[in-house]
């Protein structure tokens, strides 16, 4: 069974632009979740997003917004791109986020703000 | 506030070594505890996952246990290898609805040939 993808593996982007990243969850997953690591701040939550709605949601400001379609892949947007925004994003599915549920994680995308 | 720690920050160790890595919570209202692995520039890896209402977790060479009512966690590493070396960290889930996790600041393990 293939793992948690993440594309693109490495994004180089300057002040004030946008990107978006792309998450597809191992097959069968329903929720997808979305965190940002950082050296110092070490690895914080985003949002989770479960049957294409978004269940919960971290303490990051509005330019971080994520969606996921009817077959689970997700993507996550941030505009206005700014420095202090270079860092590995990660994402990680589970089968339904249940109390039980392992989360499996993907290998991140590598984004650096010039 | 639910917060994560891990002590100590970094580890070196020779091999064959038995060691123990630390976790601390600050709200024993946790629905499980996992344990990850990431290797430089890597995502994570799950190694244990421990439910609320277990005491331990075995793989392997891998023993992580969890107390709630003091708010730890240890994982416990026998005979260890080189290939041992990586961040280690320990992540709580408090609440059964979401997949929101919380994570400790990491030990950063270096296993000696």
């Known amino acids: 069974k293939a793992g948690v993808t993440q594309t693109p593996r490495y994004l180089i982007k300057t002040r004030g632009q946008q990107v978006t990243l792309s998450c597809s969850p191992i097959s069968g997953h329903r929720s997808v979740s979305w965190y940002q690591q950082t050296p110092g701040q070490g690895l914080q939550f985003l949002f989770e997003y479960f049957s294409e709605t978004q269940r919960n949601k971290g303490n990051f400001p509005g330019r971080f917004s994520g969606r996921q379609f009817s077959n689970s892949r997700s993507e996550m947007n941030v505009s206005t791109l700014e420095l202090g925004d270079s860092a590995l994003y990660l994402c990680?599915?589970?089968?339904?986020?249940?109390?039980?549920?392992?989360?499996?994680f993907g290998p991140g995308t590598r984004l650096t703000v010039l | 506030k639910q917060e994560v720690t891990q002590i100590p920050a970094a580890l070196s160790v020779p091999e064959g070594e038995n060691l123990v890595l630390n976790c601390s919570f600050t709200d024993s209202a946790i629905y499980n505890l996992q344990w990850f692995r990431q290797d430089p520039g890597k995502g994570l890896t799950s190694l244990l996952l421990?439910?609320?209402?277990?005491r331990e977790q075995t793989s392997g060479r891998l023993n992580a246990s969890l107390d709630k009512s003091s708010g730890r966690s240890t994982l416990y590493i026998a005979a260890s290898q080189p290939g041992d070396s990586a961040t280690y960290l320990c992540?709580?889930?408090?609440?059964?609805?979401?997949?929101?996790?919380?994570f400790g600041t990491g030990t950063l393990l270096a296993v000696q040939p």
């Open positions: 992540a709580v889930k408090r609440d059964g609805a979401t997949n929101k996790l919380i």
């Open positions: 990680a599915s589970s089968l339904d986020g249940l109390a039980g549920d392992t989360q499996y």
């Open positions: 421990i439910q609320s209402s277990q």
